[in-house]
């Protein structure tokens, strides 16, 4: 909207909150969680029973297998089963930055998110409309969440670290209805709705929803498996972040196979530290945990001096994090009572080395469970498993329904240790590419889909991923699309010319390295230039190092050599 204007519903911007309502109800009414008593593990610990090292089986041996009983759910039919068969359970606890924490049970969520909807039905949200939630980890995101699929709506997470422009650009080209935003995220939200050309969203702040929880609850749409419920961005190898449409059916499948893989139980407490805008936490822990019924413990933040102070404190029994906090967690002194707690696996993406994984599980005696996959196919690509032979070298086996392969550029299947491009088939996928016909295309390779990484598959069937075609740079889990960076560089009057690339780091999992070339006649000021990006990229995605140059590496075609780059940089470090 270029007015200045904003369109407002009357029923929103009244009352303490969600967070405070909470808050005072579970303590000033005396109904505080406080955890049991840990029932600590006996010297046979949890790694006992489960597989190391390597083993004489074959490929499909391998496999592990499951049976599925997802159907033709929906998210709707997963809340209300889990209301109906377990509504006194504790299925969710929030601890806030602040240290203080809350419970909700199924029946609770059930009956707050049936309520929301209402309010959001008053405010105009129909079915298949997009509603952003633009937040840290809170029982707003999942209540949320739940609300925009209870009146067949698409919830639009969007990273919650965004600058004005990012989030501006995810609103518009997701046609937002309206956005819900945590406190410190408010005036971000403002500017960059105001920003928008294409949609005039409504802006709801956290703090404002409790006028939409005190009315009375509505019937749950008519939604069918195959609807879109989750719309969610992630930096590719263009300029701005894909649109990902996820339906429910997806979603409810993705749960499904990671709680089965996590050999989930309703007495399972999982801790979720990871940020819910993505979907791994999302599918891992959160749906894993749904259609189970065992209890999601939700942080507002990665702290790792309190993390296993969380783990001890919550009965935790399965944690996920990504390889720069476990590294971070690992760089504490070691402690008598490193191994005195309930956790009996530890979820990882990302690389670490077997030296660490191994260290990992000497210390805390845990096992540590490698995935690989994306938002595309929901992180259901590959996992370690859990009581066959791992390969800590490796990303893991297919799951259950996933036919993963590698292919050459021609479309053949590579036999054992060939290098090629990792393509698959089967298990929940995205269902398109949002406003993006060119990129749903081109990712659909003879009906399997198309990663963009790059793998070998051994002879035992184990997958090991080197590296990414995609031009994308990891950053502590996130993903950085180096055109995004670039786009932004090349904006500065200054430069002429700029290429990304990312460069291995012990802290960040990668780092961005950006080279620009000076217009004519002009000086280029480092600082200056940090600081411009800064106004439209997130802190995360700012280039760590910045070299001016006097000329790029360019193929024939005037394309610059991107590997030469990167050979540099590395060669710096």
């Known amino acids: ?90 299925g969710l606890i929030w601890e806030s930055t602040e240290r203080q924490w809350t419970e909700m049970s199924f029946g609770e969520l059930a009956e707050r998110a049936a309520r929301l909807a209402g309010g959001l039905r008053d405010c105009g949200v129909r079915g298949g409309d997009r509603v952003a939630l633009h937040m840290t980890n809170r ?74 929880l005190s009315g009375e609850p509505v019937p749950a749409a008519t939604v069918g498996a195959s609807d879109p419920a989750v719309l969610m961005y992630s930096s590719g190898t263009t300029a701005r972040p894909k649109g990902i449409l996820l339906s429910h059916q997806a979603l409810v499948l993705s749960g499904e196979l990671n709680a089965q893989h996590q050999r989930l139980q309703p007495t399972d407490r999982s801790l979720c530290v990871l940020p819910l805008f993505h979907v791994n936490a999302m599918s891992i822990s959160m749906l894993a945990n749904m259609v ?32 720069n906090p476990i590294r971070q967690v690992m760089e504490l002194p070691e402690q008598a009572i490193d191994r005195r707690h309930n956790l009996r696996i530890m979820i990882f993406g990302m690389p670490l080395t077997p030296e660490q994984i191994s260290e990992f599980e000497r210390r805390y005696d845990v096992a540590l469970i490698n995935i690989w996959g994306m938002t595309e196919d929901l992180t259901i690509g590959t996992r370690s498993p859990l009581y066959l032979p791992r390969n800590p070298n490796s990303i893991g086996l297919p799951m259950s329904g996933v036919d993963l392969g590698v292919f050459d550029a021609d479309g053949r299947e590579l036999g054992p240790n060939e290098i090629g491009e990792a393509r698959f088939i089967g298990g929940p996928r995205l269902d398109r590419y949002f406003r993006d016909l060119d990129s749903t295309e081109a990712s659909n390779c003879d009906g399997r889909f198309c990663t963009g990484d790059t793998m070998t598959v051994d002879e035992l069937g184990y997958f090991h991923f080197l590296d990414r075609t995609k031009d994308v740079i990891k950053i502590k889990g996130e993903n950085v699309a180096s055109a995004e960076v670039e786009r932004v560089l090349i904006t500065y009057p200054a430069v002429a010319d700029a290429a990304v690339v990312g460069v291995p780091d012990t802290r960040r999992d990668e780092r961005v390295v950006a080279y620009v070339l000076p217009a004519p006649g002009a000086t280029i000021d480092v600082d200056e230039l940090r600081t411009f990006c800064s106004r439209s990229l997130a802190r995360f995605k700012l280039p760590h190092e910045v070299h001016v140059v006097d000329d790029m590496p360019r193929t024939s075609i005037g394309k610059i050599r991107k590997n030469e780059l990167r050979d540099k940089a590395r060669g710096s470090v």
Not at 37 to 43: D, E, H, V, Y
Not at 152 to 157: D, E, I, K, S, W
Not at 192 to 206: H, K, M, R, Y
Not at 299 to 312: A, C, G, I, K, M
Request: aromatic share 6%; charged share 20%; net charge negative.
């Open 292 to 323: 189970t019924g065992s209890t999601l413990v939700l942080t507002e933040t990665f702290d790792p001096l309190r993390y296993w102070s969380q783990v001890r404190t919550y009965g935790i029994t399965v944690g996920s994090l990504v390889a």
């Open 139 to 212: 029982l707003e995101f999942i209540v949320g969440m739940f609300a925009i699929s209870h009146i067949g709506a698409v919830t639009l997470p969007t990273i919650a670290s965004y600058a004005v422009d990012e989030l501006r650009y995810v609103l518009d080209h997701a046609e937002s209805k309206l956005i819900i935003v945590d406190p410190g995220r408010r005036a971000i939200a403002d500017e960059a709705a105001e920003l928008c050309e294409d949609t005039s969203p409504v802006v709801v702040g956290t703090d404002e929803l409790d006028d939409k």
């Open 1 to 90: 909207m270029s007015t200045g204007s904003r369109r407002r519903c009357g029923a929103f911007g009244r009352g303490p909150g969600l967070a405070v309502d909470l808050m005072v109800r579970s303590q000033a009414a005396g109904r505080l969680w406080r955890p049991s008593p840990l029932a600590l593990p006996t010297p046979a610990g949890p790694l006992d029973g489960l597989a190391t090292g390597s083993g004489p089986c074959t490929y499909r041996a391998a496999k592990e297998q499951y049976v599925l009983a997802t159907g033709n759910l929906t998210l709707n039919d997963v809340l209300a089963h889990r209301a109906e068969a377990d509504g006194d359970r504790i």
